[in-house]
């Protein structure tokens, strides 16, 4: 069974901290996702990556995909409250769909 | 350009009852996919629409049934509603098959009492 696993699961930090949020499966991926869900929104996609080792950075958000392919990772630098959400990872699947992760519910406290 | 509408925003139902759920693409989009999103867990896949054929199903009960229409339109349908379907239900367009350019409507909110 295909389980997308993000830990940790709840994260509350205060402004101006760093932060990392991971995303490990027992699958290889062909190709992973990020997305951020506000309350009472859809995920909207951050970021997506492709290559083992690579690492994309959209801001002050860094990401990086593990060199064999089954986990990533996601880098928040002086956080902000604008950055509290739902993060989720996303695998492509082979039928061409979305297999969500379990989330990490991000709060940062002014 | 207007992104993904999905309507009711919010929806009562009673257990035992059919509801159907609406959504409409960013123009161009030909494919729309569903999930449902129970709180605090992830989206789950549903469905997918593509040209108005379904090209894929998830691991859902046949109570669950969606449409895509000419103007690529599309319609959940859910029958019989239990108490555990109660949850966001998210519509996602894009332009091809292919799931790495979905754009994600806000949901329309379900609550089964």
């Known amino acids: 069974t295909q389980l997308l696993k993000q830990s940790p699961q709840f994260l509350s930090i205060q402004e101006g901290e760093n932060l990392t949020v991971y995303c490990n499966s027992s699958?290889?991926?062909?190709?992973l996702q990020w997305y951020r869900q506000e309350p009472g929104e859809g995920p909207v996609l951050l970021v997506t990556?492709?290559?083992?080792?690579e690492v994309k950075k959209l801001k002050r958000l860094t990401f990086q995909f593990g060199d064999a392919r089954k986990d990533s990772s996601l880098h928040i630098t002086a956080a902000q409250p604008g950055d509290t959400g739902l993060y989720l990872c996303?695998?492509?699947?082979?039928?061409?769909?979305?297999?969500f992760g379990t989330g990490t519910r991000l709060t940062v406290i002014p | 350009d207007a992104g993904v509408t999905q309507s009711p925003t919010h929806l009562i139902k009673t257990r035992g009852q059919h509801v159907t759920l609406r959504c409409s693409p960013i123009?161009?989009?030909?494919?729309v996919s569903w999930y449902q999103q129970v709180l605090g867990q992830g989206p789950q896949f549903i469905f997918q629409?593509?040209?108005?054929?379904?090209?894929g199903r998830g691991n859902f009960p046949d109570r669950f049934s969606a449409r895509q229409f000419p103007n690529y339109s599309s319609e959940l349908n859910v029958n019989a509603l239990l108490l555990g379907d109660s949850a966001l239900y998210l519509c996602?367009?894009?332009?091809?098959?292919?799931?790495?350019?979905?754009?994600f409507g806000s949901g329309t909110r379900l609550t089964v009492v």
């Open positions: 996602a367009s894009s332009l091809g098959q292919l799931a790495g350019g979905y754009t």
């Open positions: 699958s290889v991926f062909s190709s």
């Open positions: 990556v492709v290559t083992g080792g």
């Open positions: 996303a695998m492509i699947t082979g039928a061409n769909n979305l297999f």
């Open positions: 123009s161009g989009h030909k494919s």
């Open positions: 629409y593509y040209e108005k054929e379904e090209r």
